[in-house]
């Protein structure tokens, strides 16, 4: 399928990128919220139901047309569904049951740290020194959110269980995104359906187990609501934004962007779940998107650098 490349000056693929990063910054969000009413796998086996049912009517036509390419490219299918739609989340709600949807966010801006060298090692992009200092800007950033703005506090920084799984979480997200210009010739919506239902899948034989157990899916307002989100914002929206954009902008462009995750969901935690903001916080946001300007600054300045890149 020919995804066409962004012209000279064009943002929209950088405001797709910008509504992925949003929408899973909310993510952890509406996941901490109602952890203990919603198990990990109840929570992504809801999350992609609701979203497959979603996207089927607008998908049905490009379906019929795309499933021979599905058939005969079923392991790639199957890898983009297990790294992406079903490891990811079930990762990242089985982690969140241990940590702050803070800490959530903050650990998934760790994600440009990861793609950056599995970009150089699968596909041998690179990076120049104006995006080598926006990262160092962003992670600094973030660094300042992690240590409450005092750097003697990374002496005292530790992870419990819940941080590593989000962090393996973020290595199986960092993979997808390198390999997203792999995946099969079809449809967004085509290729966003039939991986939802791997990770749909994947989940019927643990949440079935959970329900067995007398785990079950506590129905109120707050589930409902929180689920809805998961499965229009996060699953839906935010990754036909993100699948159609990468490929256009290429990884390592596109990755600048997931530090934004935390400035978004850190608002959301403050308003939602009134985990507390700070001056520190504050500092941290500013750092992040100055991080984010700079390392698009040499990229638009030069429209014909994603070609020298090799960006597909």
Not at 141 to 163: C, H, K, Q, W
Not at 286 to 301: K, P, Y
Request: proline share 7%; hydrophobic share 55%; charged share 10%.
């Amino acid at each position: 399928m020919n995804q066409g490349k962004p012209g000279p000056g064009s943002i929209v693929p950088y405001l797709l990128l910008i509504l992925s990063t949003a929408s899973w910054g909310g993510n952890w969000v509406a996941s901490r919220a109602v952890y203990q009413e919603v198990t990990p796998f109840a929570m992504v086996f809801w999350r992609w139901g609701i979203a497959a049912l979603i996207i089927f009517p607008f998908a049905l036509r490009h379906l019929r047309r795309d499933l021979p390419a599905a058939l005969t490219h079923w392991r790639r299918i199957l890898f983009f569904g297990l790294a992406g739609p079903a490891a990811f989340p079930i990762l990242g709600y089985l982690g969140i049951r241990y940590t702050t949807a803070v800490n959530a966010s903050i650990l998934n801006s760790c994600v440009p740290l990861m793609t950056i060298p599995i970009a150089w090692l699968l596909l041998r992009h690179t990076v120049k020194l104006p995006q080598v200092a926006g990262l160092i800007c962003s992670l600094a950033g973030v660094l300042a959110i992690i240590t409450a703005g005092n750097p003697e506090n990374i002496a005292l920084l530790s992870f419990n269980p819940g941080d590593l799984l989000i962090l393996s979480a973020v290595v199986l997200w960092a993979i997808y995104t390198v390999m997203l210009h792999r995946r099969p010739p079809m449809h967004p919506l085509s290729f966003l359906f039939f991986t939802a239902l791997v990770a749909i899948a994947v989940c019927v034989p643990f949440y079935a187990r959970e329900i067995v157990s007398g785990d079950t899916f506590a129905v109120n307002w707050r589930t409902l609501s929180a689920v809805g989100y998961l499965a229009l914002f996060p699953s839906v929206i935010a990754f036909i934004c993100w699948n159609h954009a990468v490929p256009l902008v290429g990884p390592n462009i596109a990755t600048f962007f997931y530090p934004t995750a935390p400035v978004f969901g850190s608002m959301a935690a403050y308003m939602v779940l009134d985990e507390q903001l700070h001056v520190y916080h504050l500092a941290g946001f500013v750092l992040v998107l100055a991080g984010l300007v700079l390392s698009l600054f040499q990229f638009r300045s030069a429209p014909g650098d994603a070609e020298r890149r090799g960006v597909k």
